[in-house]
């Protein structure tokens, strides 16, 4: 069999968007390549029914097995097993940090070929190619794989969910885990503000960024957006300080957003960042800089310190709202 194996990641009862996105997409290179495409869910709390829920989105048979969740070797122990029993050429991961960790471990372990940070994938003489942008996004590589398997690990949301409607059979695996898979455990998880809010669908976006001096100083953001009634972006800058999470990131390694206002806050505006946003219908930046370059391509400049603008403009946006 040369077929796909898809990982998908659930929480709660739910798989997260990113992997249904893997999983369609896994379906269609299959349907392209004349193979199939399977998944492989890991976790103490998956049901038969959980598991073939994938089957709307394609997937043809759907393993599960009873292991930690939240570390990658165990997940590697589980994935590597099935490649190897069932001769699978590729797995395919939806991205995000647990993805690259899991597929970087499996292609070390079965001596495959990895790609990250992939944006899309061609099936191509019998065999998929994975595109991946290099040179901060100025440019496209074709990569193929020489060995197998080979290890296509996408960009945060990179693929399109399709909901095929169709149905899976389901198998219930036990696989032995690896005397190191084990020595990880998950101690807490916990839960960063923002990280569910799709900021993609968002029509008004608060973005967020250094200049609001410190993560306590997002609670302006946040205030102005609950009044607007939108959500709060972030730049990199922010989102590598740890002051807010990735999963609200807009540029180019993170999200790309064209909301009908996006409201700049202490952001300069950097190529980077603008990609991410540019096709914004309106943009109000407000900075203290004078120059900053946000203001080449803001619709509406307020230059000015932001901590004595944005709580009178949340307050005047109650008001008006209120009144
Ligand atoms: C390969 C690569 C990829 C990248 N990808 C991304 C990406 O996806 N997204 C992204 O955003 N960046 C990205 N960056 C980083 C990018 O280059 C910038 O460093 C980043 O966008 C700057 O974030 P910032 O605007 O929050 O911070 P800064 O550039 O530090 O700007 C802060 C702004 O706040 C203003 N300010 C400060 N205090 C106040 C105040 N009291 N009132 C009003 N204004 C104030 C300042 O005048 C300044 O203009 C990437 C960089 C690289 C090299």
Redesign the pocket.
Known sequence: MSGILTYALHYKGEFNKNSLGAVSEAAKLAKELGTEAHAVVVGDDVTDELAGQLGNYGAGKVFYADAPVGIAQPVVDVMAKLIETGGYSYALFGGGLLGFEIGAGLAARLGGGVTMEVTAVKAQDGKLVAERPIL??SAIVDVDYAGEPGVIIGRLNAFEIAESGGSAEVEKVDVELSAFSTRATVVQRGEQRGADVNIEDAELLVG??????KAEGFKLAEDLADALGGAVA??????DAGWYPYAA??????KTVAPKLYLA?????????K??MQNSENIVA????PN???FEFSDLGVV????K?VPKLTEAIKAKKGG
Not at 286 to 289: E, H, Q, S, T
């Open positions: 901060q996004d967020g960024g250094r200049g609001l001096g972030a730049t990199r800058a922010v989102v990131q807009i540029g180019q390694t993170g806050v202490g952001i300069s505006g950097a190529i980077q960042h990609v991410g407000i900075n203290k800089d900053a370059p946000i000015g310190d932001l901590n603008i």
